[in-house]
């Protein structure tokens, strides 16, 4: 069965620290997403990936950096952590250009204190 | 300003009674328009897609109708199941570039026996 995997599934950090959110794909897709979730807000994209080392701004970006070394992995930066950030991140990914075959991690609830 | 608006953030209905779900855009370049679903402790799947060059699109129990006059569209769900118990989110996007998702805030449909 093919996945998403975010490597934790509760974060509790404290403001100022740096935090990294790593998700890996094992499905060899081109295009890696971070989605921020909160209530009444949605899904709202923060960085996209089409390419290894390659990387877009999303819809929110500011406060976020993503790094991309490797095809299977993309890891979501926060450069200095603030209670704003407080929310559930979601990776996703997808083959190719279509709109189809994006799959989901399970998310990461991170609380920023 | 969000692009797609799900105004209802909730909604409670009978099983075996007709589920409608209902979600707005504003920009009058998508021509693409999807619906997921999220149950809790899971990334969203996805449930159903429609083109701009249709008005209907149906999948089981699952039927989605858009009006781009209107810049609306719904999704139908009969006859509804506990197990629909979910938050569902519509998205739409402009084919072409990156295909990116925008998301609506989502709506919780409770079915209740």
């Known amino acids: 069965d093919v996945k998403v995997t975010q490597s934790s599934r509760y974060l509790v950090k404290r403001t100022g620290e740096k935090v990294f959110l790593e998700c890996v794909q094992d499905?060899?897709?081109?295009?890696m997403f971070w989605y921020r979730q909160d209530p009444g807000l949605g899904l709202r994209l923060i960085y996209f990936?089409?390419?290894?080392?390659?990387?877009e701004k999303g819809d929110i970006p500011e406060g976020y950096s993503v790094s991309r070394e490797k095809k299977e992995r993309f890891s979501l930066i926060l450069e200095s952590a603030s209670t704003n950030q407080t929310s559930m991140y979601l990776c996703?990914?997808?083959?190719?250009?279509?709109?189809?075959?994006?799959?989901f991690g399970s998310g990461t609830r991170l609380t920023v204190v | 300003d969000q692009q797609v608006k799900q105004n209802s953030p909730s909604l409670s209905v009978q099983e075996g009674r007709i589920s409608i779900l209902n979600c707005d855009y504003t920009?009058?370049?998508?021509?693409?328009f999807l619906w997921y679903k999220k149950y809790p402790a899971e990334g969203p799947t996805f449930l159903i897609s429609?083109?701009?060059?249709?008005d209907k699109n149906e999948d089981g129990r699952f039927t989605v109708f858009l009006n781009k006059s209107a810049k609306h569209l719904s999704l139908h769900i009969v006859p509804s199941q506990p197990g629909d118990s979910a938050v569902y989110f519509c998205?739409?996007?402009?084919?072409?570039?990156?295909?990116?998702?925008?998301f609506g805030a989502g709506t919780r449909l409770a079915v209740h026996p």
């Open positions: 429609i083109s701009s060059i249709k």
């Open positions: 996703a990914s997808r083959p190719g250009q279509g709109f189809y075959g994006y799959t």
């Open positions: 998205a739409a996007a402009v084919s072409g570039g990156y295909n990116k998702l925008i």
């Open positions: 499905m060899d897709h081109e295009n």
């Open positions: 920009n009058s370049m998508f021509d693409y």
């Open positions: 990936s089409y390419d290894v080392k390659m990387k």
